[in-house]
């Protein structure tokens, strides 16, 4: 994780949430390892290009970052795939239940070493049209993905500045999973925090006391946070799980809803539109709007 930062390979894209920059990087997206994803399409441009010394270049240093996530998610995979999934089939009873994304996020007063000046983080594909801004949809942490280009500079000199993130539902998400990486949050003061009803008042915040490897399991439907202290770092894992949702019995109002979002360019995940309760359950109406 310091190699990927002091790389300058942290995502600087806006988040969802707060539109600041995301400081994440993305290990699996959509079931699929980002090195498989970056290299699949480096040999697919391989098949066109003449090999000029630029791409070579390029293709060194994504090999570099792919070799670093790769690593990475090798170490995770057996806690995540054999331990964690299995327990949360339990919890849920359903099996259809699936990895959809895997990635880390830092907070703190310095985040990410500035990019090298022959590095750019941009972003790998096109998911801006899943991002429901104001509702928490943080599937806006799009994918990042090396290549060469200009500097990118920073607000700093040195890294990024993030504290917090506000109050929010994980929208694409069935279940979501956070992994503490450290102890930051070990005293219950600082991290990951719940919030109650749709009220972002700080009073109203309940801190989870994390001990490094701890992890926190909680449904698309929790409002929950960020919030960290001043002069304090915080690294953590995240992990979005998806399923094919719970049935429901109003099956045309379902599909009446889905058509009506899909008209709209907007993708809901199956287990918000299809419950029995679409039409009365406070949370599911407010992210629909």
Not at 71 to 78: D, E, F, K, T, V
Not at 224 to 251: A, M, Y
Request: aromatic share 6%.
């Amino acid at each position: 994780v310091s190699r990927l930062e002091q790389n300058g390979w942290m995502s600087t894209n806006p988040d969802s949430v707060d539109g600041l920059p995301s400081l994440h990087i993305n290990l699996v997206s959509n079931g699929i390892p980002l090195h498989e994803k970056i290299r699949s399409n480096n040999d697919d441009d391989d098949d066109d290009d003449d090999g000029g010394k630029d791409n070579r270049a390029c293709n060194d240093h994504q090999d570099l970052f792919c070799n670093e996530l790769e690593g990475l998610l090798r170490i995770i995979q057996p806690c995540i795939y054999q331990t964690l999934l299995p327990r949360i089939h339990q919890l849920l009873n359903d099996t259809t239940v699936q990895v959809s994304d895997i990635f880390l996020r830092r907070y703190g007063e310095n985040v990410g070493a500035k990019p090298r000046d022959d590095l750019e983080v941009v972003n790998l594909d096109d998911d801006d049209d899943d991002d429901h801004g104001g509702n928490g949809n943080t599937r806006s942490n799009n994918n990042n993905h090396v290549t060469t280009g200009d500097d990118t500079s920073d607000s700093h000199g040195n890294g990024w500045k993030r504290r917090s993130i506000s109050a929010h539902y994980d929208v694409y998400s069935h279940v979501t999973s956070v992994i503490a990486m450290d102890s930051t949050a070990q005293n219950g003061q600082n991290g990951l925090y719940t919030s109650q009803a749709t009220s972002n008042h700080a009073a109203l915040r309940e801190f989870f006391p994390l001990q490094k490897g701890d992890a926190v399991v909680h449904t698309w439907d929790v409002l929950h946070g960020v919030e960290i202290e001043p002069d304090l770092d915080r690294t953590s894992l995240i992990i979005w799980f998806t399923s094919g949702g719970p049935k429901c019995n109003q099956e045309a109002k379902s599909d009446r809803i889905q058509n009506k979002l899909v008209q709209h360019g907007t993708a809901v995940s199956p287990w918000l539109t299809n419950r029995e309760d679409i039409g009365t359950n406070n949370v599911a109406q407010f992210v629909l709007a």
